[in-house]
């Protein structure tokens, strides 16, 4: 008899996967941050290469969310974004998020993190204008829903 496993929760996959030092994780993603302001100087740039980062990042994270989480296929494009909001980010970050700011034709939302641990120890100069610091976790998004939409 088959046994029909069904969709985990985030806090249930977060709570049984290795994690790394959150202050290690935030320090070293600042880390990263600064080197590209010290090596790119153009914040749009910066802002580029993060993205950039988070969609290569996205491309194979999708794969392991896709084994731990048991998630079958979202019916439309709420669905994604709340599955990506309460699973997503709770198994990768350990924190909440919810999904507000829908557009009239449900194609566009904001995704906003309760308690954004890549934030933690955080203090931008004014030289930093314009720099989108968690742009990463946008390329994230990205590359992951580009991997699993239909073609």
């Given at each position: 008899m088959s046994r029909v496993v069904g969709?985990?929760?985030?806090?249930?996959i977060f709570a049984s996967v290795e994690r790394v030092n959150a202050e290690l994780f935030t320090l070293t993603y600042g880390a990263i941050v600064r080197q590209l302001l010290t090596d790119l100087e153009e914040v749009?740039?910066?802002?580029?290469?993060?993205?950039?980062?988070?969609?290569?990042?996205?491309?194979?994270?999708?794969?392991?969310?896709?084994?731990?989480?048991?998630?079958?296929?979202?019916?439309?494009?709420?669905?994604?974004?709340?599955?990506?909001?309460?699973?997503?980010?709770?198994m990768f970050l350990g924190v909440t998020a919810s999904v507000t700011n829908w557009d009239a034709d449900g194609t566009c939302c904001s995704i906003v993190l309760e308690d954004n641990p890549l934030v933690d120890f955080v203090e931008l100069p004014d030289t930093c204008q314009g720099l989108y610091y968690c742009n990463i976790l946008s390329g994230v998004i990205r590359g992951a829903l580009e991997m699993v939409s239909p073609l």
């Open positions: 969709p985990r929760s985030g806090d249930a749009d740039e910066v802002n580029k290469q993060l993205d950039q980062m988070g969609y290569n990042i996205g491309i194979r994270l999708i794969d392991e969310f896709l084994a731990k989480s048991n998630v079958t296929r979202c019916v439309d494009f709420r669905e994604t974004a709340e599955v990506i909001a309460k699973v997503g980010f709770k």
